[in-house]
């Protein structure tokens, strides 16, 4: 993933896909037709799923959090 302010990277989700909502997103072929919702600014699924963007912002970068407040990163 890319985020607007320049950082990016990889998260492994795996352990995250439980539950009705979640658990369908296993199937490789599923998980790959997500989208990016303009009005949500994160990724969705076609099954209504979807993570929250500051959620994923932390997957990427652990170290910082995300206020969507005023759209700013701050080191934890």
Known sequence: ???ADGA???AD???ELWGDMFEPLKDKK???AF???PDLDTLVWP???DFAP???YQQVR???TLSFVDGQTRPR
């Open 1 to 3: 993933m890319r985020f």
């Open 8 to 10: 990016e990277g990889e």
């Open 13 to 15: 989700l795996q352990d």
């Open 30 to 32: 599923l998980f790959a």
């Open 35 to 37: 989208r990016i919702d």
């Open 47 to 49: 099954n209504g799923a």
């Open 54 to 56: 500051e959620f994923l």
């Open 62 to 64: 652990p170290e910082y």
